[in-house]
């Protein structure tokens, strides 16, 4: 009788996403002379502050001596401000890098839910703001671009639950006006990754789980995994959700979680979390539980870097929301904090057992650093309020 209902269960859920996607209004701007305004070029040097370092939990993590001539090669190449909906600023929350462009996702904190996404080309030093969607009653939580497909996690008012959108690019990275949605468990859906094989994996909410979906949105499996916060793909098609409260590492093949793994921290509600799988490891980004290295074989923790503390600052509000390493390199998105910088030993996929903590990046007034990235030689912040930032990174071997 338990397998029966269970099976049920099963049928409504994936028939909830079986429909057709509804088309909606979207919002688009496609002529970047007219977003001129909206990005300043800057090429100013961006120092690092060595007295502001972090905590660490494991033997072998040091502060960094001769933070100076690291900072020197540095560089904030440009700021895109925010855009705005009926009178309100967005948040940038999320950040991908396909080729020379940059796609930026954006939110409004609290229960009004606006929304948008940014198209950067950032080709040499002088990046230009191309195109720009708005989505009104949508916050986009998260995106990710396959081909020209672009998906979106998603919260919709009208609709009052998470959502999953899809919207089309052309080859110059314009916006086409074909915005479809469908429905999801939960709140908000505030995670996705697309695979170039066809599949679109999301997660959603406090109440949801992970959906995974082929490119016209059908969904073909659902997990029920409680608070899912971020995906990424591993080998042989599976894939890694990390949730939170209390912090945990899923593995999901074909639908079935094969492994879970505790972890300590993402403890805070509805808050961002990230994870980014490289080899056999999980770098994790686990809100008030900081960031930590996990492998995804046993579980052990490698070390944990706590979040930073701030004078006048609530704790909730210096959370680690994010962390990218790129080889030895390693930045920390610790929300009102800022940016940190740190170096590993070696590259994540080979178990670093040092990370050198620099400092804190100084790049202006508090912002919430909410996501980042990292390609060749640029780094990408997704800075809430501030927007998005592009930094260029000489560090030193």
Known sequence: MKRTIVAMAMATALA?????????????????????????????????????????HTSGLQLAANTPAVAEQIQLLAEVYPPEIEGQVLQ???????????YVSYNVRGEVQQG?????????????????????????????????????????????????????????????????EVPLESHAANSIRCLEAGTVAVTHGDTGGLSILDRNLTRTAYVPLHDARSVDDWKAGKFVVLSGTPASLAVVDGGVVTATFP??????????????????????????????????????????????VVPDLDPPLTVSNSAVAQNRTLFLAQG?????????????????????????????????????TYEGNKAFVAAGLGGFKILKIDTPN
């Open 336 to 372: 009102e904090a800022g940016m940190y910088l740190a170096h590993l030993n070696k590259g994540v996929s080979q178990s670093p057992t040092t990370v050198d903590i620099l400092g804190h990046m100084e790049m202006g007034a508090l912002e919430s650093s909410n996501d980042v």
């Open 92 to 102: 940038a929350t999320g950040v991908v890098i396909r080729g020379q462009y940059a």
């Open 263 to 308: 972890l300590e921290g993402a403890t805070i509600p509805e808050s961002k979390s990230t994870v980014q799988v490289d080899g056999d490891n999980a770098l994790v980004a686990v809100n008030d539980g900081g960031v930590q290295l996990a492998s995804l074989i046993t579980g052990a923790v490698a070390f944990t870097i706590d979040p930073p």
């Open 16 to 56: 909830m996403v079986a429909c057709d996607p509804s088309v909606q209004d979207v919002i688009v701007q496609n002529d970047a002379a007219k977003l001129t305004s909206r990005i300043e070029i800057r090429n100013v040097p961006v120092t690092v502050d060595p007295t502001r370092t972090l905590g660490v």
């Open 116 to 180: 948008a996404v940014q198209v950067i080309k950032f080709l040499g030093d002088t990046p230009e703001l191309v195109a720009e969607a708005l989505f009104p009653g949508h916050d986009v939580n998260a995106l990710d671009v396959c081909g020209d497909q672009m998906f979106l996690a998603m919260a919709s008012a009208e609709r009052e639950s998470a959502t999953v959108g899809l919207i089309t690019v052309n080859p110059l990275c314009k916006f086409n006006k074909d915005f479809r």
